[in-house]
């Protein structure tokens, strides 16, 4: 990346804005998924198109499913058009969890060989959890030994399926992902974890709740279904006319930028139920300054630009700590992030990497075994480091707000999960952000 750092711009003295954040990331990639698999048409309405989401439609795409794109305002919308998978095929997943970790077992469908591949950093992402359920369930994958990308699964038109046990401590995607596909297996599919711990697991719940939504019958431990077991009966799924809601976990910039800055940030449309992880950010944020109430138009979240420390096991949550440790670093406290290790593996290592970088800008914090520890101290501007990781970017860029001459490199990779991040920022200082979603 060549680009010049990003200046990250400085608060005025009480924000108050109002910000449309585009589409989940986890929603839209689960909704192409489930519509390409449908036995029938369906509509993905307000779909996220970053890089992410636009690899796994043209992932899709390249296996013979149509995704017709029907503009709009707000996002549009995307007609999917399921149709028999076919190979050969060549998949980019670029650096996205949800496309090298959903799609394999949708592959096993198509009546060919489809090859996977990627940046660099997705042959060192775990993927291990995958390619042995599936060798487990019958299909035949060549890679080359090391559990993850490059690697080709050779698709026999469809899989016997049934029982399969995973190590998902390393990714909640590989039982997501199982699940995704299972319904099309001549015996469905029945994951358990055999992993001591489990991260993240609202986006199981979320992979449950859209899965049944299309009309599958799954059972999960939630509903009795045996510790860490969960079951997809074999059925035909169905076309969903689906609105995805905004991401929550990129709502945490945002928020975060009025417990910093003080003032008050709404997010519009916020959902009053969802699986999104990013709700849990109303419980932590309050814990650590700020207050805030569901109102008509979204969540309006107000802080006072004091922020307090917080100890606190994020595992489920693991995606909004890199915004949470930024928080931290600028609180009247000191703060423990326990139970996220795994970040580890996500699109760098992300507990080395804030604290290498909170650190350069004078910060004190210490890798522990599965976390972060935060003590605060004054910070100085400087260059911030962000490892072709969009939650590096953001956490930057909430620093920057209260920091002087933070510059953030490589601002453009938060297009993995927001396009125009540095805009929509940039509007919420002066106090718009966003069109109006309402009326789409
Ligand atoms: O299923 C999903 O949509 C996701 C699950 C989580 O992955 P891990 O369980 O690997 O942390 C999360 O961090 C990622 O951003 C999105
Ligand atoms: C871990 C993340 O992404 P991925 O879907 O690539 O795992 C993330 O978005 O924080």
Redesign the pocket.
Known sequence: MTDAPWPAPKAPARLDATVTVPGS?SVTNRALVLAALAADPGYVRRPLRSR?TLLMAEALRSLGVVIEDLGGPGGGAWRVVPAPLHGPARVDVG????VMRFLPPLAVLADGPIRFDGDPRSHERPLHGVIDALRALGARIDDDGRGALPLTVHGGGGLEGGPVDVDASA?S?FVSALLLSGARYNQGVEVRNTGRTLPSLPHIRMTVDMLRRAGAQVDSPEDGGGPGVWRVAPGALLGRDLVVEPDL?NAAPFLAAALVAGGRVTVRDWPESTTQPGDRLREIFTEMGGSCALVPEGLAFTGTGTVHGIDRDLHEV??LSPVIAAVAALADGPSRLRGIGHLRL??TDRLAALARELNALGGDVSETEDGLEIRPRPLHGGLFRTYDD??LATAAAVLGLVVDGIEVENVATTG??LPDFPGLWTAMLEGVAGPLASGV
């Open positions: 990331k992410d650096n996205a969890g949800t990714s995607q976990s693991g995606e996500h699109e969009h939650r993995k999960t």
